[in-house]
């Protein structure tokens, strides 16, 4: 019997595929994410048959790493998606290696004969990934797909709010994901951001009556988002950065604002990245904004951003308490920071700031991506 690797998130939906592949006459192995999918190709499956937006590690780069594995790269690979009509999306499967991009609606029995003829193919077909496709083009581009392909997914499945919220949720997921993949040393930062945020948004909205601010969370998941583009070699420096350095991490701002001005989702979320290391009084990059100048929502990132880089550990130093943190925004209230937010911050109690980093750091942190934030 060929044996097809499946990989789905969707516990419901591998169950239901591998019942019908086997029910064709293929033995059936089933991975929950691209990470754990390169463990098992290692098999030597006849075909992957993978859904694109998965935790971890999406369809999109388990085609590009096994394209990059010369034990791995001639085993064909069909991408499932709910909007596998693009030719976008089609093409940068292709370049990927990918030999097939197909409607999860697909019969199974006709699904179950293309990844047959595949398999059969694969024994004599040589790989088509793309050879111009150079490390850098795969980082830029992945990102804009990924995000852009979610929201036409969520669209295509289904109009109502809750399920959009839902793919959009995987997107991010996806894209934080490939954040933590070269992290410094502050792992689950971007999580820990958004709750903090989240926490001084909705400790300001008490205070104020404010309305909800839309966009606040999916721009602290992401504001880090530009450092895909920034040399690792760079971010990874224990030293003094030099000037042409130091000037390559203060575009990644920028870099952030054009992938999620592409996205029509987080257009909104963009504007507020671009300013999110602004200061109150000018100093700030990459516009010189001031005061209220700055947007709101970006104005409370920089808050929340400086409390985590405080109270987490640093290849250089250890982590600070909570304590610590606000005698330090309250030093720089003024110039740094809205000296409104930090009234706000510092007024909440370490307790709770220990109490929402623990569930920031459960993944609790998605579930406030509610109707009022995205």
Same mark, same amino acid.
């Given at each position: 019997m060929p044996t097809v690797l499946l990989v789905e998130d969707n516990r419901v939906q591998a169950a239901l595929l591998r019942t019908g592949l086997e029910a064709q006459g293929f033995s059936v192995d089933v991975a929950g994410d691209g990470v754990e999918a390169l463990a098992l190709a290692r098999r030597r499956p006849a075909a992957i048959l993978s859904d694109i937006l998965m935790p971890n590690m999406d369809g999109f780069r388990l085609c590009w790493e096994l394209g990059r594995d010369?034990?791995?790269?001639?085993?064909?690979?069909?991408?499932?998606?709910?909007?596998?009509?693009?030719?976008?999306?089609?093409?940068?499967?292709?370049?990927?290696?990918?030999?097939g991009l197909v409607d999860k609606g697909m019969d199974i029995d006709a699904l179950g004969a293309?990844?047959?003829?595949?398999a059969?193919?694969?024994?004599?077909?040589?790989?088509?990934?793309?050879?111009?496709?150079?490390?850098?083009?795969?980082?830029?581009?992945?990102?804009v797909r990924l995000l852009d392909?979610?929201?036409?997914?969520?669209?295509?499945?289904?109009?109502?709010?809750?399920?959009?919220?839902?793919?959009?949720?995987?997107?991010?997921?996806?894209?934080?994901?490939?954040?933590?993949?070269?992290?410094? &040393?502050?792992?689950?930062?971007?999580?820990?951001? *958004? !709750?903090?945020?989240? @926490? +001084? %948004?909705?400790?300001?909205? $008490?205070? =104020?009556?404010?309305?909800?601010?839309?966009g606040l969370v999916p721009a602290a998941l992401l504001c880090d988002l530009g450092n895909i583009r920034v040399s690792e070699s760079v971010l990874r420096k224990r030293g003094s950065l030099a000037p042409t350095e130091l000037e390559e991490v203060h575009r990644h701002p920028e870099f952030t604002q054009?992938?999620?001005?592409?996205?029509?989702?987080?257009?909104?979320?963009?504007?507020?990245?671009?300013?999110?290391?602004?200061?109150?009084?000018?100093?700030?990059?990459?516009? &010189?904004?001031?005061?209220?100048?700055?947007?709101? *929502? !970006?104005?409370?990132? @920089? +808050? %929340?951003?400086?409390?985590? $880089?405080? =109270?987490?550990?640093?290849?250089?130093?250890?982590?600070?308490?909570?304590?610590?943190?606000?005698?330090?925004?309250?030093?720089?209230?003024?110039?740094?920071?809205?000296?409104?937010?930090v009234d706000v911050a510092t007024g909440i109690e370490p307790e709770e700031w220990i109490s929402i980093r623990e569930r920031a750091e459960q993944g609790t942190a998605w579930s406030m991506l509610t109707p009022g934030y995205l």
């Open positions: 010369p034990d791995l790269r001639d085993i064909p690979v069909v991408l499932r998606t709910a909007a596998h009509g693009r030719e976008l999306d089609r093409h940068f499967a292709q370049s990927l290696g990918a030999v293309l990844l047959r003829e595949e059969r193919l694969g024994l004599v077909r040589q790989p088509e990934v793309d050879p111009r496709l150079a490390e850098a083009t795969f980082v830029r581009d992945h990102a392909l979610s929201a036409w997914e969520a669209a295509v499945l289904e109009n109502e709010r809750g399920s959009f919220a839902g793919a959009y949720q995987d997107a991010l997921k996806a894209m934080v994901g490939a954040l933590d993949e070269r992290d410094t &040393g502050a792992g689950m930062h971007s999580q820990r951001v *958004a !709750a903090y945020a989240s @926490a +001084v %948004a909705e400790h300001l909205i $008490a205070r =104020t009556g404010q309305g909800p601010m839309t054009e992938i999620l001005s592409e996205i029509g989702a987080l257009r909104e979320a963009a504007e507020v990245v671009l300013a999110h290391h602004e200061r109150w009084d000018g100093s700030g990059y990459p516009k &010189g904004l001031t005061g209220e100048d700055i947007p709101l *929502a !970006a104005r409370i990132i @920089a +808050v %929340a951003d400086a409390i985590d $880089a405080i =109270t987490s550990d640093r290849p250089y130093r250890d982590a600070e308490t909570f304590e610590r943190a606000s005698v330090e925004l309250r030093r720089c209230s003024g110039s740094q920071f809205d000296p409104n937010l």
